[in-house]
């Protein structure tokens, strides 16, 4: 059999390799990785809506950001000795780096689509103002500079150079205000919906794959040495049964339950805390074409990371438009698409004294989310205005975000905290994986899904053909782009030429 924890089915009943829940970028790029890996696996993905990239991967769902470190500030947190850690911003910047080889490898495949429909260059700029910002963004960027990965970054408290920089941010503002700023001219805008659907079209032309959407997942147990899962049919009420080797829960913030589901005792203790999103967005193009950067500050206090708040162009169709915030929210579901239920059905023994434990220590984001839902439409832009001081109502309206579930785990001492960020959930047997958690999820997928290959089918990613394979795929992995600036260099070169970002 193809895999080791694959199932001795016979082929008269409905049976394949691997059931995928979820079609967006996360299934996508996992079933993309695996059936290039091994032609003859036969896979399903099984998906809720009547499309893929309907949640989390549709573009308007999420900032579009290639994550690459260049100018998201919660990724270098300031020390108290006045040093900057930049571990994660490296880690994030070579993963993402890893991401686009993937996509570099797919392009010009037969049934893959164009770089151009989902990937743009956008200059990533980090923005400040007040002695303190500055001071800590200064100080950021030699930090930064130190590393080949960010040797490119601008450092500039001119405001001549941030009028050329960022045109639409300069009229209005107090001359005698203190403002800083960085650009790095390397940063991407990314349509994640286009590209999981490029990605969803190579895989369904491919034998041995088949999308199977209104699809709900009702139940999952062991059966033999994989998984049996009910689905029915929300169409046509009609339900059935499929056997797999391998099950992935790439469910967005349904991964949750559906990993509660499974009953595996490494999901045990888990919970999940809800976090709605807004933007605020123009498609007036006489204020558009004045704004060609993805400019991010400080989060407020007792915001969470993913509420940094930033200017962006965003590029969906081959049209622009501009987004601010995200403005965050409160609601109890787990999908924009959800039932109110979500969170309180979610609630189980195991992880009952972590979420009262998170409960009692973030009374800080509690205060911060009662008061973002609050806001008016006047307090938003009021808060645009930090950034563009000259906005007015009529060119603005809220579009609702994507839903995000950060994860809520058991912790020694505290009894449970509040984690952001991603993280990867799967059986000591390796025959089932969910993926939790919310940004930078997207822009680092492929390596997210590396390392569950390499967890979960352990002795196929160490063969020498799968490893040859790999070495065709990724020229060099995150440890080599981390330490080798020479291969960095020569690398992503290689890679942006490929993909239409080398100009």
Same mark, same amino acid.
């Given at each position: 059999?193809?895999?080791?924890?694959?199932?001795?089915?016979?082929?008269?009943?409905?049976?394949?390799? $691997?059931?995928? !829940?979820?079609?967006?970028?996360? %299934?996508?790029?996992? /079933?993309?990785?695996?059936?290039?890996?091994?032609?003859? #696996?036969?896979?399903?993905?099984?998906?809720?809506?009547?499309?893929?990239?309907?949640?989390?991967?549709?573009?308007?769902?999420?900032?579009?950001?290639?994550?690459?470190?260049?100018?998201?500030?919660?990724?270098?947190?300031?020390?108290?000795?006045?040093?900057?850690?930049?571990?994660?911003?490296?880690? #994030?910047?070579?993963?993402?780096?890893?991401?686009?080889? =993937?996509?570099?490898? $797919?392009?010009?495949?037969?049934?893959?689509?164009?770089?151009?429909? =989902?990937?743009?260059?956008?200059?990533?700029?980090?923005?400040?103002?007040?002695?303190?910002?500055?001071?800590?963004?200064?100080?950021?960027?030699?930090?930064?500079?130190?590393?080949?990965?960010?040797?490119?970054?601008?450092?500039?408290?001119?405001?001549?150079?941030?009028?050329?920089?960022?045109?639409?941010?300069?009229?209005?503002?107090?001359?005698?205000?203190?403002?800083?700023?960085?650009?790095?001219?390397?940063?991407?805008?990314?349509?994640?919906?286009?590209?999981?659907?490029?990605?969803?079209?190579?895989?369904? /032309?491919?034998?041995?794959?088949?999308? %199977?959407?209104?699809?709900?997942?009702?139940?999952?147990?062991?059966?033999?040495?994989?998984?049996?899962?009910?689905?029915?049919?929300?169409?046509? *009420?009609?339900?059935?049964?499929?056997? /797999?080797?391998?099950?992935?829960? *790439?469910?967005?913030?349904?991964?949750?339950?559906? @990993?509660?589901?499974?009953?595996?005792?490494? *999901?045990?203790?888990?919970?999940?805390?809800?976090?709605?999103?807004?933007?605020?967005?123009?498609?007036?193009?006489?204020?558009?074409?004045?704004?060609?950067?993805? !400019?991010?500050?400080?989060?407020?206090?007792?915001?969470?990371?993913?509420?940094?708040?930033? @200017?962006?162009?965003? !590029?969906?169709?081959?049209?622009? %438009?501009?987004?601010?915030?995200?403005?965050?929210? =409160?609601?109890?579901?787990?999908?924009?698409?959800?039932?109110?239920?979500?969170?309180?059905?979610? #609630?189980?023994?195991?992880?009952?004294?972590?979420?009262?434990?998170?409960?009692?220590?973030?009374?800080?984001?509690?205060?911060?989310?009662?008061?973002?839902?609050?806001?008016?439409?006047?307090?938003?832009?009021?808060? $645009?205005?930090?950034?563009?001081?000259?906005?007015?109502?009529?060119?603005?309206?809220?579009?609702?975000?994507?839903?995000?579930?950060?994860?809520?785990?058991?912790?020694?001492?505290?009894?449970? #905290?509040?984690?952001?960020?991603?993280? $990867?959930?799967?059986?000591?047997?390796?025959?089932?994986?969910?993926?939790?958690?919310?940004?930078?999820? /997207?822009?680092?997928?492929?390596?997210?899904?590396?390392?569950?290959?390499?967890?979960?089918?352990?002795?196929?990613?160490?063969?020498?053909?799968?490893?040859?394979?790999?070495?065709?795929?990724?020229?060099?992995?995150?440890?080599?782009?981390?330490?080798?600036?020479?291969?960095?260099?020569? !690398?992503?070169?290689?890679?942006?030429?490929?993909?239409?970002?080398?100009?």
């Amino acid at each position: 059999m193809i895999l080791e924890n694959a199932l001795m089915t016979q082929h008269d009943s409905e049976a394949v390799d $691997l059931v995928l !829940v979820g079609a967006g970028i996360m %299934s996508a790029t996992l /079933a993309v990785l695996l059936k290039e890996l091994d032609p003859d #696996i036969r896979l399903e993905i099984v998906e809720l809506q009547e499309s893929g990239a309907v949640e989390s991967s549709n573009p308007w769902n999420n900032a579009g950001t290639g994550h690459a470190g260049l100018c998201e500030l919660n990724y270098t947190p300031d020390s108290k000795d006045g040093s900057i850690d930049i571990k994660k911003a490296v880690t #994030i910047n070579t993963q993402f780096e890893v991401s686009k080889q =993937f996509w570099a490898y $797919l392009t010009g495949r037969e049934g893959f689509g164009s770089p151009r429909d =989902f990937l743009n260059v956008v200059p990533h700029l980090s923005f400040v103002r007040g002695p303190k910002n500055i001071d800590y963004l200064k100080r950021r960027f030699n930090a930064l500079k130190t590393h080949h990965a960010f040797e490119n970054m601008v450092y500039t408290e001119d405001r001549s150079t941030m009028e050329e920089w960022m045109p639409l941010m300069m009229p209005g503002r107090p001359v005698d205000e203190p403002i800083a700023a960085t650009r790095a001219m390397n940063g991407t805008d990314v349509n994640f919906g286009e590209l999981t659907r490029q990605m969803l079209d190579y895989l369904a /032309a491919k034998p041995g794959v088949k999308m %199977s959407y209104f699809q709900k997942v009702t139940g999952l147990a062991r059966h033999g040495k994989g998984w049996r899962v009910e689905i029915k049919n929300t169409r046509d *009420g009609g339900s059935r049964e499929l056997d /797999a080797g391998f099950v992935f829960l *790439g469910a967005g913030g349904a991964a949750l339950p559906l @990993l509660q589901m499974s009953d595996i005792e490494e *999901g045990k203790g888990y919970g999940g805390f809800p976090v709605s999103g807004q933007w605020l967005r123009c498609d007036n193009q006489e204020i558009v074409k004045h704004h060609q950067a993805k !400019v991010y500050s400080l989060a407020a206090v007792g915001a969470p990371p993913m509420s940094v708040p930033h @200017l962006d162009t965003r !590029v969906v169709d081959g049209k622009k %438009s501009l987004l601010f915030g995200p403005y965050a929210g =409160f609601t109890t579901k787990f999908l924009k698409h959800g039932s109110p239920l979500d969170l309180p059905m979610s #609630i189980r023994p195991a992880n009952l004294k972590p979420m009262l434990a998170v409960a009692r220590d973030n009374m800080d984001l509690t205060r911060y989310l009662i008061k973002e839902v609050r806001q008016s439409m006047e307090d938003r832009l009021e808060t $645009l205005r930090g950034f563009y001081p000259e906005a007015k109502a009529e060119d603005w309206r809220l579009e609702v975000a994507g839903q995000r579930v950060q994860i809520i785990k058991k912790d020694p001492k505290k009894g449970g #905290i509040l984690q952001f960020g991603t993280e $990867l959930v799967s059986a000591k047997d390796g025959s089932i994986a969910a993926l939790l958690g919310a940004s930078p999820g /997207a822009s680092v997928t492929v390596s997210i899904m590396l390392d569950l290959i390499e967890r979960c089918f352990p002795e196929k990613a160490k063969s020498e053909a799968w490893s040859r394979k790999l070495a065709e795929m990724f020229p060099a992995r995150e440890k080599v782009l981390e330490a080798d600036a020479m291969a960095y260099r020569e !690398v992503t070169a290689m890679v942006d030429k490929r993909l239409g970002l080398a100009d």
